[in-house]
């Protein structure tokens, strides 16, 4: 049985068939007896001082029961960033507080002054509608570098817009610039990654209740880190102790980062549920989502790479401009940063990286980790100026990749940028993606495109991300204020079958289906005997949420542990009953044995003697069978690739059509193939969009003006090709229990460098001196590159 | 958005200039305009119904006019709250020159969105705020040329509030607009 659905076997995902047939149950569908609706009123300047607030006409309105405005939440807390930087200086960041809703200040378009609390939505819409807010406007605070000169500040008591100004390593600053003063050649590039809604398919929603007679607090929300919402809560927001609140994430439609964070509907949904003693519930409408979602990317760069005569990597030096937003969300200094500044040495075995990251409060949305979360910006800019520097010494760009990589018996590799890489072979990477692409028949490919018209591209990639984030002990010392450990509890049921409650939250990711692949390939047993609990923090121990392609590299771990501990205690009752020893048995294919005799006892059997103990030494051994784990790993992990794609462009009118796509990843072990494959598409699909299309834009006075999906281009399937995805050259991780990496991300890293390469390498085909084009790559952006240049 | 231009209304500079400081004459020229109260001194309180994009909205607001140096230029600026649609604003900075019998109009017009106005109809809003300078200034020049009391039809259609009605009505507007102007 394990063998059908255990590790390696691509199972059909068992969530789907909830999903895909509307029976899922997500925040929104939870109706609950008496409750009523929260809207917000927001903000539709970008930056002003809240000069009044006239709450007393919506208060009239039918319906009414309760506004608040940021007065109600003075005398709590804010919503802290959960990652201390400190700058080149030594000087710690900038954290102005971010209160529940806007006071004194309103800092972005759909900052949040003030909700209403009605009987329905359409009652608290128009109350919202009726409140008179007198703001006297200031400049809004757009863009990166003007925010640095100017002096107006999205936050005036800091007197600066700048949060930090963080060097990468510091000590390396000396030794890279005269790298790249004495190198031979020096290629310098300027680029954007674009900002982007990551546009979940379910947007937030928030519904606080409070018991009356216990004084206990629950709060659904659309989280893909309930036991942090909690911590947050409790710790620094509202105070109220974690052993009054629970909150639960039920199904959630997607995140991609956006759901990691606390944000302040949820203290305000359960602040009004206590005022009121009635269940509150919010749910964003699209707008809103647009408006308040924590965005991505959003870094301007200048990367410079230096090289020897043999074409050598000597030296990598970065600046960056880090938009974060108004206010700092949970995340968002640790993504410029340490998610992206440490991967800066690429797959590469370059002996010097500086990196440079001035991170800036503007009046626009905050900034947050979208999947990926500061890899692929790392990997863009580096896959990027590398093309651009093999086009200037006139070198194959596979061929200076694979001069310069880390070599299969270099490992484990300390990287300029800090990390130590425990696996990977980057070359068979790139062997098999040359051969499952076949990008032999790319000339005649070409050719075929020429004859109608058209300029084809090859564009090629490698990346190294770091997943599985990550050690306490190490981000400790990085500055991160929470541990990255995870956990997990395995219940064996008296009658055999078993829950295993997960920290980490399944929301798109397959958890449900992967998770008891493990457990019952270490067992023995059926699969489907095994559910997973995740999303609510009064069943599972603790966990630190989904993000980072976290799941199965830590929270996986921690129940391999657990699942260990089950099968040692295990053994003891199976020895009781088979009056033998207990290193004379032998667990194997879900049954126990005393090795030597054909004396044996199922799981099963021994789950039940587990919880009926009659003659039961329980002086030796505790009745039940649960076991709990905490599983903190010793690194993170790093998956890499080697990914091309040919594109094509029409050269009338600037058009890119990405033709074929082809993922190489090592992700290590692999538990379900298909699985696996499905969040590459994902991912891939993401990547493209972000290549191509997507784009998030502010206008000079702070207004959004790709706020819905007229304006803001999201990728459909006849946008996307079909895809090759390979993961046949893994390379196991070395440090965890499952050899596993983590795949939720690399798709997204690895595509928009390698769609751009290839969109540069067909202009260069069609004589067109066109050397760079920023993100997106819509088709008047290639069109007028064309015209530019010449 | 900015755009700037120019008018030569056939009448003196004394006569525009009155104009320009007219409630009614404001009221009749301001598209989509259906209440208008107020002095020049003063500032007007003005109801204005239009249909951008996707939203249309009634918005409340005041127009103002100030940097008055007589019969040569002013400022006209005025915002308007549309309730959940957001808000507009926008300027005129107004010249006159004499020009023989005629006075020579020139603006820079400077406008504004904000809220849902601008997420939902960025993609159309320079066309719409440059057809509304338009006809404004259209309307300005044919109530001037017809006289001080406006005249009815202009009327109509300018306060229609009816917006779809007011873009399909435009040409005609304009061309019989312009057959006056001769």
């Known amino acids: ?790 | 958005m900015n755009l700037t231009g120019s008018r030569t209304i056939n009448a003196d500079v004394k006569t525009v200039w009155a104009a320009l400081l007219d409630p009614d004459v404001l009221k009749d020229c301001v598209p989509g305009c259906t209440e208008m109260a107020g002095s020049a001194e003063e500032g007007f309180e003005a109801k204005v119904v239009q249909k951008v994009g996707p939203i249309k909205a009634t918005f409340k607001g005041i127009v103002q006019i100030s940097d008055r140096i007589e019969y040569q230029s002013l400022k006209i600026s005025g915002e308007g709250k549309g309730g959940p649609a957001g808000f507009a604003k926008g300027g005129a900075d107004v010249r006159l020159e004499e020009q023989g019998d005629s006075t020579v109009l020139n603006y820079d017009v400077e406008a504004k969105v904000g809220g849902k106005l601008a997420q939902l109809g960025s993609r159309v809003i320079d066309g719409f705020a440059s057809k509304m300078a338009d006809q404004f200034f259209e309307n300005f020049q044919n109530a001037v040329e017809k006289g001080p009391t406006g005249d009815t039809t202009d009327e109509s259609a300018a306060s229609s509030g009816d917006a779809p009605a007011a873009e399909t009505d435009e040409p005609k507007k304009g061309w019989l607009g312009r057959i006056r102007g001769r």
Request: charged share 20%; with cysteine; glycine share 10%.
């Open chain 1, 1 to 790: 049985m394990p063998k059908d659905g255990g590790i390696g076997a691509p199972t059909r995902r068992r969530e789907d068939y909830r999903f895909l047939t509307g029976r899922g149950r997500y925040s929104d569908d939870i109706k609950t007896q008496g409750e009523c609706a929260a809207i917000f009123a927001r903000s539709t300047v970008a930056h002003g001082t809240i000069k009044s607030i006239d709450t007393s006409a919506a208060a009239a309105m039918p319906g009414v029961l309760a506004i608040f405005t940021g007065e109600d939440f003075v005398e709590v807390g804010g919503n802290p960033a959960g990652w201390l930087i400190n700058s080149r200086d030594g000087e710690p960041m900038k954290e102005p507080k971010r209160p529940v809703l806007a006071h004194g200040k309103v800092r972005h378009v759909g900052d949040a002054y003030a909700a209403v609390i009605a009987e329905t939505v359409q009652q608290a819409r128009d109350a919202a509608e009726m409140i008179e807010i007198d703001i006297e406007e200031h400049d809004a605070v757009v863009n990166m570098k003007d925010a640095l000169a100017g002096t107006t500040y999205v936050h005036d008591e800091i007197g600066t817009n700048q949060c930090f100004d963080w060097g990468w390593i510091e000590d390396n600053r000396a030794a890279t610039d005269a790298a790249i003063q004495g190198a031979h050649h020096v290629t310098t590039l300027e680029l954007v990654n674009n900002r982007l809604v990551p546009n979940a398919m379910e947007t937030r929603c928030s519904i606080g209740h409070y018991d009356t007679g216990t004084g206990d607090y629950t709060l659904h929300t659309t989280s893909q880190n309930p036991h942090l919402t909690r911590l947050l809560l409790s710790a620094f927001v509202m105070g109220i102790p974690e052993n009054k609140l629970t909150v639960i994430a039920p199904d959630v439609g997607g995140g991609f980062g956006s759901k990691i964070y606390h944000y302040g509907e949820e203290a305000l949904v359960l602040a009004a549920a206590k005022k009121l003693g009635r269940t509150v519930k919010w749910t964003s409408d699209r707008s809103e989502a647009f408006q308040t979602d924590a965005h991505g990317r959003d870094h301007v760069t200048k990367i410079e790479l230096a090289l020897d005569e043999e074409g050598n990597f000597l030296a990598f030096r970065t600046e960056t401009h880090a938009n974060v937003g108004a206010y700092l969300s949970n995340f968002s200094t640790a993504t410029p940063t340490f998610l992206h500044g440490t991967l800066m040495a690429g797959n590469y075995t370059v002996p010097n990286v500086y990196v440079n990251v001035k991170a800036v409060f503007t009046n626009t949305a905050p900034v947050d980790a979208y999947r990926g979360a500061g890899r692929p910006e790392a990997t863009y800019s580096l896959e990027r100026v590398i093309d651009m520097a093999a086009r200037e010494i006139g070198m194959d760009p596979i061929e200076l990749r694979r001069k310069n990589f880390i070599k299969p018996d270099q490992y484990p590799f300390a990287s300029a940028a800090g990390l130590e890489y425990d696996s990977g072979n980057y070359d068979a990477l790139m062997d098999q993606m040359e051969k499952v692409a076949d990008k032999a028949g790319f000339a005649a490919r070409r050719a075929e495109s020429e004859s109608k018209g058209l300029l084809r591209g090859f564009g090629v990639n490698a990346y190294v991300e770091a997943c599985g984030i990550a050690p306490s002990n190490l981000v400790g010392v990085l500055g991160s204020r929470v541990g990255l450990y995870d956990a997990a509890t395995v219940r064996v049921n008296a009658t055999g079958n078993l829950s295993v409650m997960v920290g980490a939250h399944s929301h798109g990711q397959g958890h449900e289906t992967v998770f008891p692949q493990v457990v019952a390939e270490m067992l023995g047993i059926d699969p489907g005997s095994i559910d997973i609990v995740h999303g609510d923090t009064s069943k599972i121990p603790f966990g630190m949420g989904t993000y980072g392609s976290r799941s199965l590299a830590v929270c996986g771990s921690a129940v391999v542990r657990a699942t260990e501990k089950i099968i040692v205690k295990a053994t003891k009752i199976a020895a009781h009953m088979l009056e033998a020893d207990a290193a004379d048995v032998e667990f194997k294919d879900g049954t126990f044995s005393v090795v030597g005799t054909n004396q044996s006892v199922s799981f099963g059997e021994v789950a039940l003697k587990a919880y009926i103990p009659h003659q039961f030494p329980i002086e030796d051994i505790e009745p039940g069978l649960e076991e709990t784990a905490f599983y903190d790993p010793a690194n993170f992990t790093y998956p890499s690739g080697a990914y091309c794609c040919e594109v094509e462009v029409d050269p009338e009118t600037g058009k890119v059509r990405v033709n074929r796509m082809t993922a190489v990843d090592d992700f290590g072990n692999v538990i379900n193939p298909m699985v696996v494959t499905g969040q590459v598409h994902g991912g891939l699909g993401q990547g493209i969009g972000q290549a191509l299309m997507e784009n998030t834009t502010y206008d000079s006075d702070g207004q959004l003006l790709s706020a819905s999906y007229m304006d803001y281009a999201m990728p459909r399937a006849d946008d996307l090709p079909f895809y090759t995805v390979d993961h046949s050259q893994g390379t196991a991780c070395t440090h965890n229990p499952l050899g596993v990496k983590g795949c939720g991300e690399a798709g997204a890293i690895g595509s928009p460098p390698t769609v751009v390469n290839a969109v540069i390498d067909a202009l260069q085909s069609g004589g067109k001196n066109v050397t760079h084009i920023d993100m997106p790559v819509t088709p008047h952006r290639v069109w007028s590159a064309m015209k530019n240049a010449g």
